[in-house]
């Protein structure tokens, strides 16, 4: 790789780097197969968001609303983390100052071995009781038509951060020190327009980071970034952290 090459730029300035944060979104699960939400193929394509992923919809039937997160489940559980998952799994364990805010719910991270991490969106493989609150991991697939909370009885719902829901306010703090104490940002397959995760470019770049993308195509970021590289998630990001 030649060293003033923009793949070679990003691979010395990770290996430079005292502090990395990492934001990823669908496109790096894409290549295990899991669909993206806004590609031709993407589930919003297909799907009404409004129907099936907002507070509102599992209140008007949330039989609909488990049957699709049952069938989403029925898909995830047969995907693989990818190389490009288990790279950052690498640059984790070599940095000091090192945080992954993911917007996927399919748990591909954690399944690779990521450990610092916050999953800003929720997590598929878990289920929350509308009643009191109580977190639980569920990998049933599928899982009950209804499912009802074994304390309270009461109706459990995906722990998901659906349509018109904040972000939990322990994962907004984790990302805003991440994202304002690192120097180097990688993004990594996100159409970036999703906030709040689609303005952590901006936050990083205004403290100081450098801040490169990886997506197959431009995005909104696109202008705003250091340096955007075009490719897959699999075969671009193992390359960055090659020995230097
Ligand atoms: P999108 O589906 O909006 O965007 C996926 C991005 O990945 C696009 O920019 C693609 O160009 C890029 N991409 C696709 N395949 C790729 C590959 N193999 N390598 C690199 N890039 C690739 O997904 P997100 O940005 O993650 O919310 O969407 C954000 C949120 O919107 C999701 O978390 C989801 C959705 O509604 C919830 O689930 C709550
Ligand atoms: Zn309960």
Redesign the pocket.
Known sequence: MAPGSDLGIVKQRLADAQSITVL?????S??SGVP????TD???KNFR?EDL?TPEAFGRDPRLVWEWYNWRRELIATKQPNE?HKTIVALERRSQDFWLIT???DGLHREAGSAKLSEI??NIWKVRCTGCGVVEDNRDVPIAALPSCRQCGSLLRPH????GESLFFEDLDHCSRALSHCDTLLI???????YP?AGFASIAKEAGAFVAE????P?PQSLLVDISLH??????VPLLIEAV
């Open positions: 990823t979104g669908a496109g790096i894409a290549d993206t939400f806004r590609g993407g589930l919003w968001a992923a490009a917007q996927n719910v969106h929720g998901i951060v659906w349509f990594i397959g996100t159409s970036g327009l999703v995760a990886i997506n197959l195509d995005t490719g897959r998630a699999k075969d671009i």
